[in-house]
């Protein structure tokens, strides 16, 4: 691939950071050591999966294995816009909910890894509203290396645990505040799906993210505490139900 010397940085993620190819295309490479763990090709393949079966990504241009060049999409995060537009957070979830069944009505190519068991689904592993940018045309998911064959819940747990765990990026009020805000987006997210299937295998998803070794100490703690409220409020309503 010759982008070798792209253009202005435009975002940086976890592991990839996205570079301006001019006005139509970016493009996505992986820093090290992610370069050596992520195969880009295959993200780019499952990209490509994704927009044939009629899902909103990127269109892909080219890969390798540490590249992608794909269509430059304008429009803000769902976070950004929400965190400019409060009043919009019910609506937002809705979208979120639907892009997540929109997805997982999709069959996953057999080659896909399948990391939680049993399960036909394409599932994202990412679906937040930070991978999610709203554009003039609609809502594209971005993000695509965790994506996997599985159930659904499996997908739905990973996003209750990002909404419940990220980092609050304030202090004092402001932070209360934006707690709040989460709280209130997960718990309508939550109710706008399968809930039953996400907690079932909340577990194993929280399990397998304490244990990435490209999990934050503050992001294992987090998901620790929310494993145990869960688990703890999970045997509360079992003794409350429990017939005498």
Same mark, same amino acid.
């Given at each position: 691939m010759s982008t070798r010397n792209?253009?202005?940085?435009?975002?940086?993620?976890? !592991? !990839? #950071?996205?570079y301006e190819l001019g006005r139509q295309l970016v493009l996505r490479r992986y820093r090290q050591p992610h370069a050596q763990i992520y195969? !880009?090709?295959r993200e780019a393949e499952l990209m490509t999966y994704a927009h044939d079966h009629g899902f909103p990504v990127p269109v892909v241009h080219d890969a390798d294995q540490t590249d992608i060049v794909?269509?430059?999409v304008i429009g803000p995060?769902?976070?950004?816009?929400?965190?400019?537009?409060? $009043?919009?957070? $019910?609506?937002?979830t809705l979208t979120l909910a639907k892009l997540h069944h929109n997805l997982h009505s999709i069959l996953a190519p057999e080659w896909v890894s399948a990391p939680?068991?049993?399960?036909?689904?394409?599932? &994202?592993? #990412?679906? &937040?509203?930070?991978?999610?940018?709203?554009?003039?045309?609609?809502?594209?998911?971005?993000d695509w290396q965790n994506a996997a064959r599985g159930p659904v819940g499996a997908d739905l747990a990973k996003t209750w645990i990002i909404l419940a765990t990220a980092a609050?990026?304030?202090?004092? !009020?402001?932070?209360?505040l934006l707690r709040g805000a989460r &709280?209130?987006?997960?718990?309508?997210?939550?109710h706008r799906v399968d809930r039953q299937s996400a907690a079932a295998l909340l577990p194993a998803v929280a399990e397998a993210w304490i244990n990435n070794p490209r999990t934050s100490d503050p992001e294992r703690a987090a998901t620790a505490r929310l494993l145990r409220d869960h688990t703890h409020e999970v045997t509360?309503?079992?003794?409350?139900?429990?017939?005498s």
């Amino acid at each position: 691939m010759s982008t070798r010397n792209p253009g202005p940085l435009l975002a940086a993620g976890r !592991a !990839a #950071d996205v570079y301006e190819l001019g006005r139509q295309l970016v493009l996505r490479r992986y820093r090290q050591p992610h370069a050596q763990i992520y195969d !880009a090709r295959r993200e780019a393949e499952l990209m490509t999966y994704a927009h044939d079966h009629g899902f909103p990504v990127p269109v892909v241009h080219d890969a390798d294995q540490t590249d992608i060049v794909m269509q430059r999409v304008i429009g803000p995060s769902m976070l950004a816009s929400m965190a400019r537009q409060p $009043w919009t957070l $019910w609506a937002n979830t809705l979208t979120l909910a639907k892009l997540h069944h929109n997805l997982h009505s999709i069959l996953a190519p057999e080659w896909v890894s399948a990391p939680f068991g049993d399960g036909e689904a394409l599932i &994202h592993l #990412d679906l &937040h509203p930070e991978n999610v940018l709203l554009t003039d045309e609609g809502p594209v998911v971005i993000d695509w290396q965790n994506a996997a064959r599985g159930p659904v819940g499996a997908d739905l747990a990973k996003t209750w645990i990002i909404l419940a765990t990220a980092a609050i990026p304030a202090r004092g !009020a402001k932070a209360a505040l934006l707690r709040g805000a989460r &709280h209130l987006f997960l718990r309508s997210f939550l109710h706008r799906v399968d809930r039953q299937s996400a907690a079932a295998l909340l577990p194993a998803v929280a399990e397998a993210w304490i244990n990435n070794p490209r999990t934050s100490d503050p992001e294992r703690a987090a998901t620790a505490r929310l494993l145990r409220d869960h688990t703890h409020e999970v045997t509360r309503q079992s003794r409350g139900t429990r017939p005498s």
